[in-house]
């Protein structure tokens, strides 16, 4: 009779700062779901003692949506695991010990078959491209057949290097190359069809797909955001929930803005039928402008916001212009730098509050 498949997968939710060192001994099927509760950014070790025969495991360390941090990870210590053949792990922070520690741990899963990772790395001096993954994934686990996958990776001071800003490596693998600032470029190269649900750090050049289980994206660029982007971004990302927008320069650098008068209504509307959550706190107040205005995007279901206030006053007319009303209508949570009164207009232009 055919054993049954055991599997292990460990939550790390980070909802505190305080530095633990997280041992796990003898993980039977029984425990199917762990949750780790209290431990810093950096976690110290990660003990795993697994039984011989469990063939899955999954790792996923989360954290608030608010929140850009970097993530440190101590040590992995496994003892051998030659019935593993399915391995997940997802790390939604920045980590910079990819190659010590991350990369050395997946090169001692030889009989793995399938695998999935989500990684943001920081301080490499290269981008991991598809030479890369044929290297030290596919030289490492012949018997791997499914390979799905989120990396990107972030370099510094790359002002004299070229890249193309996308590829299609494969019929099934796509490279973003994107510069976020003067001194900084991202890469990312991930799976397709896109699996996860979060998306980061892509910018005005993206694949013609559609990410149909992203909920969550950053975009983050050098180059202005056009109201066109905006629209592609709406199709493409259907069930978005929580956006975030980088970028400080204005739609009106290169004449990128496809409209900006309040009465022309001719021009196709970016729609966001399920976005909840807007972060424009970096962002310039052309993108205020952008989203509020709904003669230009449709946010039926907006309920937090996150805005400088000068930005939010001057978009919105000192709380009194209508174009921008409706989108403001039901906003329950509201983030900024405000003045300690509020006008009359003011909670008439947010009546959720």
């Known amino acids: 009779m055919q054993s049954s498949v055991?599997?292990?997968?460990?939550?790390?939710?980070?909802v505190q700062q305080q530095q633990q060192k997280i041992i796990i001994w003898e993980l039977t099927p029984s425990m199917a779901s762990i949750f780790l509760f209290s431990f810093d950014l950096r976690i110290?070790?990660?003990v795993i003692n697994c039984s011989r025969s469990v063939s899955s495991f999954a790792i996923q360390i989360s954290l608030d949506h608010k929140k850009r941090l970097n993530f440190r990870i101590g040590n992995f210590f496994w003892n051998d695991l030659p019935n593993l053949k399915c391995f997940s792990l997802k790390c939604y922070h920045s980590i910079d010990q990819y190659d010590d520690k991350i990369l050395l741990l997946l090169h001692r899963m030889s009989c793995l078959e399938k695998l999935t990772l989500y990684l943001r790395i920081n301080n490499r001096n290269t981008f991991i491209d598809d030479a890369h993954l044929q290297n030290e994934f596919f030289l490492?686990?012949?018997?791997?057949?499914?390979?799905?996958?989120?990396?990107?990776?972030?370099?510094?001071?790359?002002?004299?290097?070229?890249?193309?800003?996308?590829?299609?490596?494969?019929?099934?693998?796509?490279?973003?190359?994107n510069y976020i600032n003067t001194h900084k470029v991202v890469c990312s190269i991930f799976s397709l069809p896109f699996a996860f649900d979060r998306l980061e750090a892509i910018g005005n050049?993206?694949?013609?797909?559609?990410?149909?289980?992203?909920?969550?994206?950053?975009?983050?660029?050098?180059?202005?955001?056009?109201?066109e982007f905006f629209i592609r971004v709406g199709r493409a990302f259907p069930l978005l929930n929580i956006f975030r927008v980088i970028n400080e320069e204005s739609q009106s650098c290169c004449n990128l803005n496809t409209f900006s008068s309040d009465n022309n209504r001719s021009n196709p509307i970016a729609e966001y039928p399920h976005l909840?959550?807007?972060?424009?706190?970096?962002?310039?107040?052309?993108?205020?402008?952008?989203?509020l205005n709904e003669t230009k995007t449709?946010?039926?279901c907006l309920t937090e916001l996150t805005v400088f206030y000068t930005n939010l006053r001057i978009a919105t007319k000192n709380f009194t212009r209508e174009?921008?009303?409706?989108?403001?209508?039901?906003?329950?949570?509201l983030f900024m730098v405000i003045p300690l009164v509020h006008s009359k207009d003011f909670?008439?232009?947010?009546?959720?509050l």
């Not at 149909?212 to 994206?217: D, E, G, P, Q, R």
């Not at 989108?327 to 329950?332: D, L, T």
Request: net charge positive; proline share 6%.
């Open 6 to 14: 055991k599997v292990i997968v460990l939550k790390l939710t980070i």
């Open 44 to 46: 110290g070790d990660l």
């Open 140 to 177: 490492y686990m012949p018997r791997l057949h499914s390979f799905t996958f989120y990396i990107c990776t972030y370099i510094n001071n790359v002002n004299s290097i070229h890249y193309l800003p996308y590829e299609n490596i494969r019929q099934h693998v796509a490279k973003i190359v």
């Open 205 to 227: 050049i993206f694949p013609k797909t559609v990410f149909k289980y992203v909920t969550y994206l950053l975009v983050e660029d050098i180059v202005p955001f056009n109201h």
């Open 276 to 291: 909840t959550v807007l972060d424009l706190r970096n962002a310039h107040f052309d993108y205020v402008e952008q989203f």
């Open 298 to 300: 449709y946010l039926p």
């Open 323 to 333: 174009e921008t009303r409706r989108n403001c209508a039901k906003v329950k949570q």
């Open 347 to 352: 909670y008439l232009y947010f009546p959720s």
